[in-house]
Structure formats: structure tokens, C-alpha cells
């Protein structure tokens, strides 16, 4: 053989050993080894996968593209396909040249996916000699049940597989505004956009605009204007035009929104409410509630429906027509005076059955006791519920009511009727809550409360009950029976036995603290004297001396123990009930006819003790409870 055929073969034999074992396999593609043809091309690169599959996570209907670019020599052609062996067919992807020396690209056609694009998707890219390949799996999500807030989309979020929400807000070149600008949420900001889509990256996703220039501090107060004979009340007969135009104006920065409530229900929207299909006969309340992000202030307006007098007004305490009813009173530290007379005293934070109706258990007082004064060692009323043919009002401090979750706000509706279903009426004269109770044959249960820490619970003297108000039988000797049966030999024990705790958290009933432990030799003396001069005035002589007896010791023992409130002197609590007990409004003494023994001196008790009028006691009690704004 000739030394030229002998090179050739030596060139030949040697292209042929790289072709066949030259190749490695590196960790993002899978390269395979083929047959090397002896007409091979003399310079041999293995295949790289150079623009890989990768993993996704989309929704249903976003536009998909696959897209996988590889570099080998002689120059690859390259596959799309479904590796489940759901094939794509050849218009399902495109393949093109790119620049450089043996790149080649193939992209799947962008394209609104479905759910059953879902899976496993392969790019094969093969010459002569080996091939490379790129995986990846596709997870399609069904977002179209998402709701997101405003200025947010869905969007299928990779990283914790599932449908979520992201903010869409996008803004061009920064628009600043120097003098500011003031947002709903009472915020300076000089760019407009830029301030949405920060808050709305943090959960924040109505904020707005409310006015130009920089929030202060001095922002005032909305101010009002309502339409009205008298600004604030309109009288119309009813033969008159039906319809009534009430007008709320409200000023503040940033700028008020004006809402319209009836009965804690919103009626509408703006400065100007048009009222129509007025009533027969009565009042209705409306309140204009004006808010921004600095304050909230409301106003109320009647509209009262006269009629033509035809006969002679009749009283409205018509106390003849109704049945007699017997008192129990709850008040202070935890004080209760029971139907028939007696009063005792316990310990406890928690709830109990204050009195029932124990023949045909037709209603229900429930009383919860929550820690007061001046160290948790004391417990006083917070809240009265009451139970009565399917309705069920909870009373709190403050004078806030409560009528199967919806809210109902008394201070805004001094001294008027408020009718509820079920036959329950509430009556708020500025001082006490009443709640009337209609029961059979014209009897009533009537609950009142002065909003604070005591209350009156008068049921029908024929009505067998029981609870912490005993059992209503004019026999003070059998007051202590228990729920399940016996007559208690303590205090303890029978308040114990009435107390609501199916879950074992309150601490068990106890004996209330000696007046040692409370006062010291000259404090006890000098509240003696105090208490003393209160209880015994000349307009209380109508009560009978053992009642006054009880709150007199009822005062010391508050006195002793410190204040509720410190703007309502315990004195002036305790007299505000005895007050309540020995007025016309009262069963406390019922004479022969069954007639209340009427005292109006009684209510005009609070100049006598240097005690804040009801005025000015109203805002301190409603401050003890849970804010009362019109929602």
C-alpha cells in the first residue's frame, strides 16, 4: 500500500474513533451515540442543549411558549414533543436557523393552553452522530373560580402551586405632585400611582385620593346642617305632602363621606335624603353620619306624623291597667336583693341565671359579671341578656343593645319608643334603658338598667322563678334553692349553683372581702357618714327603712371598695338605683290597689349628693363600653 493511501486511512480511522466515543453527557441533557458514516463531515462537536426546557406552572387560557435552542456539528434538528406520547404535530412548533456555527432553534406555537395541555414535554435535538435532550413539566391551574381584590389579577403562582393574586398596578415615568397630596387613609403622598401600587403590594387596595394638598393634624371635625322646622326635628300632618327632603352637609379634609341610617340600617347615600311613604301616625328617626379617616360624628332627625286630636290625650304611664310585678335588683358588687326580700352578696367573674321563668321557662335574665374597682379582687355586672320567645337581646354597658347580632344605638334616640319584634319595647329616658317584655294575659317582664352596673329585673308576681333572684313566692326563708334541688345553706353555694360555665374557665364562687380588708378604722367611719347622709334625705321616706337599710351597707361596702369609673364616684351609683327603686316607675311598694306609691321627688335626687346630672354622666357611662358609630 502507497504512503497516500495509508495517510487517508490513518485520517479516516481517526475521525471515525472521535465520532464514536468523543461524546459526554453533561447534567442538562441526555446524549445519546449513533452510527458515524465513513462520509462523515472532518470536525465533529457534540450536541448542547444551550436554551433549555424548564418547569411552569400556568392558568388556563394564558399564552404558552415552548422554546429550545441547541448547538452541535454537524448542525442538529430538533423535536417539541409530548413525552406521555401525545404527540404535536409538525404545525404545532417551528424550527429556524440562528446565527452562529451549528445553532438551530425550535419554538412551539404560542397558543391559549387548556387543562390538558398538562404534563411532561421533551426537546430532542439529534445529527448524525449523537443526541440531546431537555425535559419539562407543565402544571395548568383552573383559576377561573379566584376572585381577587380590586387592582389585582390571578395568576398561576409557581411557587406554591396554586392560584393567587398579585397586584396589576403599573405605572410609567413618576408624575410628583409638591404640594402633596391627601389619601383616604389620611396619608401624604407626592406621587399618585406609585403610592396605590405600594400599598396594594402590601394588602392595601382602595386607597384613593381625597383631596390635594398634605394631610395635617388640624384636619377639623365634619360639621352638619339639617333641614327642619327646629334643625334637628320636622312636624308634618299627614295630609300633607308624603314626602320629606333631609339635608346633611359636612365639611372636613379630607373630605367627609355622608351616609343615611334608620334604625342602624343604611338608607342612603350623599347630602340630601328624599323620605317617602311616611307613616300614619308616630316618629321616625333618621341619622346623617358623616366620616373621613380622622373622624366620625353623627346627627339624628325626627320626623313626626301628628294626627287631629279626637278625643282627650290619655296618660302614658297608665300603671293601673297593668298586673303588679315583683323587683329584684343586681347591682355594684355584685349586690342582689331578691323578690322577696332578701340580700346577699358573693365573688364571681362570670355568668349566671339571674332569673327564669321556672313553670313554663317562657324567658330568661342572664347576668355576666366581669373584675371592677380598684384591683381584680371584686366583680360588678357588665352585661344583661334576655331570652323570650325566640329573640334574644343582650344589653351592654353604655347602653349599647344588642338584637340577634344586629346593633341597635339607644343614646341617639332619647326618650322614644322603639318596638321590636316579638313583642319586646325599648324606652331610653337618658338615664335607664327599659326593656319591655309583653307576656300573657297583659303581664310584663320589664328589665332596666342604668347602663353601668345595675339592674332592676321586675317580673309578674304570679310567676314562679328562680335563679340568683329566688323564687318570686313571698317567702324570703326558701330563697336559696338550687338548680338541681335543695335549699342552699350560703350564698356561695347558691349563686355557685347558678353560674353558666360548661367550659370550666371562671374560678369558682367566693366570698366577697370583709370590710377590713377594704377600709381602714377612719375611711369606714367617715363613708358610714357619707353614705348615711345620702340614703336617709327626706325624698327617699317613701322607701321602707329595711331597703334603705341594704343600700345604705351596700354604699359603705362600694365606698370602701373603690370606683368602677373614676368620674362616677361609687355614692352616686348606688343612689342613682335607689332613686330608680323608690320612683313612680317602680313596683317596689305596691299598696292595697296594686298601685305603685308614686315619688317624683326621687328622680331629682343628684343636686342633694354633689353627683353629676344625667347629662353629664351619660358621655362617662357610654365610654365604659364598646364604641357606639353607626356602621
Given at each position: 500500500?502507497?504512503?497516500?493511501?495509508?495517510?487517508?486511512?490513518?485520517?479516516?480511522?481517526?475521525?471515525?474513533?472521535?465520532?464514536?466515543?468523543?461524546?459526554?453527557?453533561?447534567?442538562?441533557?441526555?446524549?445519546?451515540?449513533?452510527?458515524?458514516?465513513?462520509?462523515?463531515?472532518?470536525?465533529?462537536?457534540?450536541?448542547?442543549?444551550?436554551?433549555?426546557?424548564?418547569?411552569?406552572?400556568?392558568?388556563?387560557?394564558?399564552?404558552?411558549?415552548?422554546?429550545?435552542?441547541?448547538?452541535?456539528?454537524?448542525?442538529?434538528?430538533?423535536?417539541?414533543?409530548?413525552?406521555?406520547?401525545?404527540?404535536?404535530?409538525?404545525?404545532?412548533?417551528?424550527?429556524?436557523?440562528?446565527?452562529?456555527?451549528?445553532?438551530?432553534?425550535?419554538?412551539?406555537?404560542?397558543?391559549?393552553?387548556?387543562?390538558?395541555?398538562?404534563?411532561?414535554?421533551?426537546?430532542?435535538?439529534?445529527?448524525?452522530?449523537?443526541?440531546?435532550?431537555?425535559?419539562?413539566?407543565?402544571?395548568?391551574?383552573?383559576?377561573?373560580?379566584?376572585?381577587?381584590?380590586?387592582?389585582?389579577?390571578?395568576f398561576a403562582d409557581e411557587e406554591l402551586g396554586e392560584c393567587s393574586c398579585r397586584c396589576n398596578v403599573v405605572c410609567s415615568r413618576p408624575n410628583f405632585v409638591r404640594e402633596g397630596l391627601c389619601?383616604?387613609?389620611?396619608?401624604?403622598?407626592?406621587?399618585?400611582?406609585?403610592?396605590?401600587?405600594?400599598?396594594?403590594?402590601?394588602?392595601?387596595?382602595?386607597?384613593?385620593?381625597?383631596?390635594?394638598?398634605?394631610?395635617?393634624?388640624?384636619?377639623?371635625?365634619?360639621?352638619?346642617?339639617?333641614?327642619?322646622?327646629?334643625?334637628?326635628?320636622?312636624?308634618?300632618?299627614?295630609?300633607?305632602?308624603?314626602?320629606?327632603?333631609?339635608?346633611?352637609?359636612?365639611?372636613?379634609?379630607?373630605?367627609?363621606?355622608?351616609?343615611?341610617?334608620?334604625?342602624?340600617?343604611?338608607?342612603?347615600?350623599?347630602?340630601?335624603?328624599?323620605?317617602?311613604?311616611?307613616?300614619?301616625?308616630?316618629?321616625?328617626?333618621?341619622?346623617?353620619?358623616?366620616?373621613?379617616?380622622?373622624?366620625?360624628?353623627?346627627?339624628?332627625?325626627?320626623?313626626?306624623?301628628?294626627?287631629?286630636?279626637?278625643?282627650?290625650?290619655?296618660?302614658?304611664?297608665?300603671?293601673?291597667?297593668?298586673?303588679?310585678?315583683?323587683?329584684?335588683?343586681?347591682?355594684?358588687?355584685?349586690?342582689?336583693?331578691?323578690?322577696?326580700?332578701?340580700?346577699?352578696?358573693?365573688?364571681?367573674?362570670?355568668?349566671?341565671?339571674?332569673?327564669?321563668?321556672?313553670?313554663?321557662?317562657?324567658?330568661?335574665?342572664?347576668?355576666?359579671?366581669?373584675?371592677?374597682?380598684?384591683?381584680?379582687?371584686?366583680?360588678?355586672?357588665?352585661?344583661?341578656?334576655?331570652?323570650?320567645?325566640?329573640?334574644?337581646?343582650?344589653?351592654?354597658?353604655?347602653?349599647?343593645?344588642?338584637?340577634?347580632?344586629?346593633?341597635?344605638?339607644?343614646?341617639?334616640?332619647?326618650?322614644?319608643?322603639?318596638?321590636?319584634?316579638?313583642?319586646?319595647?325599648?324606652?331610653?329616658?337618658?338615664?335607664?334603658?327599659?326593656?319591655?317584655?309583653?307576656?300573657?294575659?297583659?303581664?310584663?317582664?320589664?328589665?332596666?338598667?342604668?347602663?353601668?352596673?345595675?339592674?332592676?329585673?321586675?317580673?309578674?308576681?304570679?310567676?314562679?322563678?328562680?335563679?340568683?333572684?329566688?323564687?318570686?313566692?313571698?317567702?324570703?326563708?326558701?330563697?336559696?334553692?338550687?338548680?338541681?334541688?335543695?335549699?342552699?345553706?350560703?350564698?356561695?353555694?347558691?349563686?355557685?349553683?347558678?353560674?353558666?360555665?360548661?367550659?370550666?374557665?371562671?374560678?369558682?364562687?367566693?366570698?366577697?372581702?370583709?370590710?377590713?380588708?377594704?377600709?381602714?378604722?377612719?375611711?369606714?367611719?367617715?363613708?358610714?357618714?357619707?353614705?348615711?347622709?345620702?340614703?336617709?334625705?327626706?325624698?327617699?321616706?317613701?322607701?321602707?327603712?329595711?331597703?334603705?337599710?341594704?343600700?345604705?351597707?351596700?354604699?359603705?361596702?362600694?365606698?370602701?371598695?373603690?370606683?368602677?369609673?373614676?368620674?362616677?364616684?361609687?355614692?352616686?351609683?348606688?343612689?342613682?338605683?335607689?332613686?330608680?327603686?323608690?320612683?313612680?316607675?317602680?313596683w317596689l311598694n305596691v299598696e292595697d290597689d296594686n298601685i305603685p306609691v308614686m315619688n317624683e321627688e326621687a328622680a331629682n335626687w343628684q343636686p342633694t349628693v354633689e353627683c353629676a346630672s344625667a347629662?353629664?354622666?351619660?358621655?362617662?357611662?357610654?365610654?365604659?363600653?364598646?364604641?357606639?358609630?353607626?356602621?
Open positions: 500500500m502507497s504512503p497516500k493511501i495509508n495517510l487517508i486511512v490513518l485520517v479516516y480511522c481517526t475521525l471515525f474513533f472521535l465520532g464514536s466515543k468523543g461524546q459526554t453527557t453533561d447534567t442538562s441533557v441526555i446524549v445519546t451515540s449513533t452510527t458515524q458514516s465513513p462520509t462523515t463531515t472532518p470536525y465533529v462537536e457534540k450536541i448542547s442543549i444551550i436554551t433549555a426546557l424548564y418547569n411552569q406552572t400556568l392558568q388556563v387560557g394564558d399564552r404558552f411558549e415552548l422554546t429550545c435552542v441547541a448547538k452541535g456539528n454537524p448542525r442538529p434538528t430538533i423535536k417539541i414533543d409530548r413525552r406521555d406520547a401525545v404527540s404535536l404535530s409538525t404545525s404545532d412548533y417551528k424550527t429556524r436557523k440562528k446565527p452562529g456555527v451549528g445553532i438551530r432553534e425550535a419554538t412551539d406555537v404560542t397558543r391559549s393552553i387548556v387543562k390538558s395541555d398538562e404534563g411532561w414535554y421533551r426537546c430532542k435535538a439529534c445529527n448524525n452522530y449523537v443526541c440531546g435532550e431537555s425535559d419539562m413539566y407543565l402544571t395548568i391551574l383552573d383559576c377561573s373560580s379566584k376572585l381577587c381584590p380590586p387592582r389585582t389579577e390571578v389619601t383616604n387613609y389620611c396619608e401624604t403622598t407626592y406621587e399618585e400611582c406609585y403610592e396605590k401600587k405600594d400599598k396594594c403590594e402590601v394588602g392595601i387596595y382602595d386607597v384613593e385620593v381625597a383631596s390635594k394638598g398634605e394631610c395635617s393634624q388640624d384636619i377639623s371635625s365634619p360639621s352638619f346642617i339639617v333641614l327642619g322646622e327646629d334643625g334637628n326635628h320636622i312636624k308634618k300632618s299627614r295630609d300633607e305632602n308624603d314626602n320629606v327632603i333631609l339635608e346633611c352637609n359636612a365639611d372636613g379634609v379630607p373630605v367627609p363621606t355622608v351616609e343615611w341610617f334608620k334604625d342602624g340600617v343604611k338608607v342612603g347615600d350623599g347630602s340630601r335624603l328624599l323620605v317617602e311613604k311616611l307613616p300614619d301616625v308616630g316618629s321616625e328617626v333618621y341619622q346623617c353620619q358623616a366620616s373621613n379617616c380622622m373622624n366620625r360624628i353623627a346627627r339624628s332627625t325626627t320626623i313626626q306624623i301628628e294626627p287631629e286630636p279626637t278625643e282627650e290625650p290619655t296618660e302614658f304611664d297608665d300603671l293601673t291597667a297593668e298586673a303588679p310585678r315583683s323587683t329584684c335588683r343586681v347591682s355594684g358588687r355584685n349586690n342582689v336583693a331578691t323578690y322577696d326580700g332578701n340580700n346577699y352578696q358573693f365573688q364571681g367573674a362570670c355568668d349566671y341565671v339571674a332569673a327564669m321563668d321556672c313553670s313554663k321557662a317562657s324567658w330568661f335574665v342572664y347576668n355576666r359579671f366581669s373584675t371592677c374597682g380598684d384591683s381584680d379582687e371584686a366583680s360588678c355586672l357588665a352585661t344583661v341578656t334576655i331570652i323570650a320567645s325566640g329573640t334574644i337581646i343582650e344589653v351592654m354597658r353604655g347602653w349599647l343593645v344588642n338584637v340577634g347580632g344586629k346593633k341597635v344605638y339607644v343614646i341617639y334616640r332619647i326618650n322614644e319608643s322603639i318596638s321590636l319584634d316579638n313583642g319586646f319595647e325599648l324606652f331610653f329616658d337618658g338615664s335607664w334603658l327599659t326593656v319591655n317584655k309583653d307576656l300573657e294575659e297583659g303581664k310584663k317582664l320589664v328589665i332596666q338598667y342604668d347602663g353601668l352596673n345595675a339592674v332592676l329585673i321586675q317580673s309578674p308576681v304570679d310567676t314562679s322563678t328562680c335563679g340568683l333572684c329566688g323564687n318570686n313566692n313571698n317567702d324570703p326563708e326558701d330563697d336559696f334553692k338550687q338548680r338541681r334541688g335543695g335549699v342552699a345553706g350560703s350564698a356561695v353555694d347558691f349563686a355557685e349553683s347558678w353560674k353558666i360555665d360548661r367550659r370550666g374557665r371562671c374560678k369558682p364562687t367566693e366570698e366577697i372581702q370583709p370590710l377590713t380588708d377594704l377600709c381602714t378604722d377612719e375611711e369606714l367611719e367617715a363613708a358610714k357618714s357619707k353614705c348615711d347622709g345620702a340614703i336617709n334625705q327626706e325624698m327617699f321616706e317613701n322607701c321602707p327603712t329595711v331597703e334603705k337599710a341594704h343600700f345604705q351597707s351596700q354604699c359603705v361596702r362600694e365606698e370602701c371598695g373603690g370606683t368602677v369609673t373614676r368620674d362616677l364616684p361609687p355614692l352616686c351609683s348606688v343612689v342613682n338605683t335607689l332613686s330608680r327603686q323608690c320612683s313612680k316607675v317602680s347629662d353629664d354622666a351619660r358621655p362617662v357611662i357610654i365610654d365604659q363600653g364598646c364604641p357606639q358609630e353607626l356602621e
